[in-house]
């Protein structure tokens, strides 16, 4: 496929055929679920076909794409890709397909309707990864919101319209005053240079005054409304109320998609749009950033230990693991930063098969409580291997992915704020406790429940669902520069470094 198209051909390949799907019989869900697994797999391949041609040593948008949308207001169609937004892409493309097969059958009921979600959802996502003119992202940034709405309200939980709307709301809060903050932005740049713009490579050259004291300082108040959509997305303590909710109540794909690779549109938007665009306001927040990293990575820990649904246990590992990433951005070395990076793909591998896991186990028993299970080891030999993969790599075992990026972010701050580095150290030690006290009482205490002495052990699309999540937490932890190799000259250009 020729490089000037290549971008949208990841883009729009799942929407195209979600909207070609809209038109076939609700009654034809084997051919909903194929079309939607082949739609899936041609993005990936698109996405690994930009990987193959991809010039690691060239920190620059590339493949970059520009046409005309809304000129007389300067808006434009504008795609690029550096090795920031190509390890997510790569991963968004990956889960997706992982995402239809695991839910090959757990979901029966309006299968039209769940992978045309997807597929557009998948859309959103890797517009908001490759858009650089702002106003191309915030469309994107906002086409995420309807699929997901209706994945967790229509084929969630008992409280799935509860975890849906609170989604919405809380999400829409933040988005609204960005996008007050990208108009802002276009009218400044019309005030400097005589010319409307929404392009990312002019936003850049733009001086934003700083100002004396937040309410008369345009930068800090256009950070602020950034930081807030983004921060929610993370989500950032104490902005977090709704990721439990969302994560209990949605199903198992949209869980995986969720940890995997929503929650990290807000460390990239963090990371691409606010230390760029307002450095000297970044500064200014950082500190009050890395406060709220620690305390994200403490009470998620403890709040995750407390649990006895193991699906909300994984959700509130959540927040401990992306105030990691945090961390790690506002630390601001280069090698946390690009530990950040890193433990962004991590988190999406690991949590995401947790996620996958736990809902194998539900699909069987219909309950996710961990005091329902026991002796799952001798029943369920795969599954067990399965899981305590995916379990080591979340806890940050040497040898596997977690233990990377964890090492990169904690190294790389150090220097500049050990105090940080200390108290977020205790986390990793909690995360160790309540997920491999997760795994004893789960698979090595006694069976006390008869139905969990019939239990069937991974079928073989469960276990190809989580065959490549595997080989990656593996691969990762043994050889990270396959990774960190993409995106060192991107990040070296983005932070100054």
Do not use: C
């Not at 160790?432 to 006290?437: D, E, F, Q, R, W």
């Not at 991974?458 to 043994?478: D, K």
Request: charged share 10%.
């Amino acid at each position: 496929m020729p490089t000037d198209s290549l971008l949208s051909a990841i883009v729009l390949t799942p929407a195209v055929v979600g909207l070609l799907l809209l038109a076939t019989p609700r009654a034809a869900q084997r051919l909903h679920r194929w079309a939607g697994l082949a739609a899936s797999l041609v993005t990936l391949a698109f996405a690994a076909a930009a990987w193959a041609q991809f010039d690691p040593a060239n920190a620059a948008f590339q493949f970059v794409e520009k046409r005309q949308w809304l000129p007389t207001v300067g808006i434009s169609y504008r795609l690029g890709m550096d090795g920031i937004s190509l390890v997510l892409v790569l991963l968004t493309a990956l889960l997706q397909p992982i995402v239809f097969v695991s839910s090959w059958k757990s979901i029966r009921e309006n299968v039209k309707g769940y992978v045309v979600s997807m597929l557009l959802l998948e859309t959103g996502i890797l517009g908001a990864f490759l858009a650089t003119d702002l106003f191309l992202f915030y469309v994107f940034w906002e086409l995420m919101l309807v699929p997901m709405y209706f994945i967790i309200g229509v084929w969630g939980g008992e409280r799935r319209i509860y975890a849906a709307v609170k989604f919405v709301l809380f999400t829409l809060a933040g988005s609204l005053l960005m996008l007050v903050a990208i108009i802002y932005l276009s009218f400044v740049h019309h005030a400097q240079v005589r010319l409307w713009s929404f392009a990312y490579e002019d936003m850049l050259t733009l001086s934003v005054p700083m100002g004396q004291g937040f309410w008369h300082s345009p930068q800090m108040l256009l950070f602020a409304a950034f930081a807030l959509a983004f921060a929610i997305k993370v989500p950032v303590f104490p902005l977090h109320t709704w990721l439990p909710d969302a994560h209990t109540e949605a199903p198992t794909g949209g869980s995986i998609i969720l940890a995997g690779v929503l929650l990290k549109l807000g460390t990239y938007g963090l990371l691409r749009f606010n230390r760029p665009l307002f450095p000297q306001a970044w500064a200014a927040a950082t500190p009050l950033f890395l406060t709220l990293a620690v305390i994200a990575i403490i009470y998620g820990a403890l709040v995750a230990w407390a649990q006895r649904d193991m699906k909300k246990l994984v959700a509130y590992s959540s927040v401990t693991h992306m105030g990691f990433v945090v961390l790690g951005l506002f630390a601001g070395t280069l090698a946390s930063t690009q530990g950040a990076l890193l433990q962004m793909i991590n988190h999406g591998l690991s949590t995401g098969a947790l996620f996958l896991l736990v809902g194998v186990i539900y699909d069987r028993r219909h309950t996710r409580l961990i005091e329902d299970f026991g002796g799952l080891a001798a029943v369920m030999p795969l599954y067990t291997g399965a899981f305590l993969l995916a379990t080591l790599a979340s806890i940050g075992l040497p040898g596997l992915n977690g233990f990377v990026g964890e090492f990169l972010i904690l190294t790389g701050s150090f220097a500049r704020y050990p105090a940080a580095v200390v108290l977020a150290t205790t986390g990793i030690v909690l995360g160790a406790v309540y997920m491999l006290s997760l795994v004893q009482r789960v698979f090595w205490n006694a069976i006390t429940q008869p139905e969990n002495r019939s239990l069937a052990d991974l079928t073989w699309q469960e276990a190809l669902a989580f065959a490549p999540l595997g080989v990656l937490m593996i691969w990762i932890g043994v050889h990270p520069g396959t990774f960190l190799s993409l995106s060192e000259a991107a990040v070296r250009r983005l932070i100054g470094g």
